[in-house]
């Protein structure tokens, strides 16, 4: 039996929905699990312990995001930075963050800000090298370089501070 809902109460419910997706910081809440490629990349994180210092680099779409929060949370890696281009950092912070840690508090770091003490702290590559001496202070155990490439020239401030904060952790 097909059920048809008039049009009415479609726009209604997409406005309920659309309300409750406002005001819910955090709306994934089903459980993932790992395809079999990611966990080969969570085992082969443990055996970097204890630096945990290595470079996940597979295809687009392969699921690296997922690897490495899932190393946060399988090992306990907090407090962990993320740093990553500026179009990917609400995507960080909320969905991915969600969708793999439901359970830790995840916060975008700005410049010049009294930025909270939470597990995961996301911050732009564009405002990396301002906020090195707080992110350096904050003796994250983790940092994760989403887009590694962009700390390619040696000699870019971005690249020192990357350097200088990953050296901290």
């Not at 960080?92 to 508090?105: F, G, L, R, T």
Request: charged share 20%.
């Amino acid at each position: 039996v097909e059920r048809r809902t008039c049009p009415a109460n479609r726009i209604e419910r997409r406005a309920n929905l659309q309300q409750s997706v406002n005001t819910v910081s955090r709306p994934h809440t089903k459980p993932v699990t790992l395809r079999s490629w990611q966990e080969e990349g969570v085992q082969w994180f443990a055996q970097l312990k204890p630096a945990f210092r290595g470079i996940l680099a597979d295809g687009m779409g392969m699921g690296k995001t997922g690897v490495a929060l899932s190393t946060l949370k399988r090992y306990r890696l907090w407090p962990a930075l993320i740093v990553c281009p500026v179009s990917v950092l609400g995507n960080w912070q909320h969905d991915e963050a969600a969708m793999w840690c439901p359970n830790i508090s995840a916060a975008q770091l700005q410049p010049n800000a009294d930025n909270p003490r939470v597990a995961l702290n996301v911050v732009s590559w564009d405002a990396l090298a301002g906020m090195q001496d707080d992110l350096v202070a904050r003796r994250f155990r983790v940092v994760v370089f989403d887009e590694g490439h962009y700390a390619k020239n040696p000699e870019a401030q971005r690249s020192r501070a990357a350097f200088r904060v990953s050296q901290s952790a």
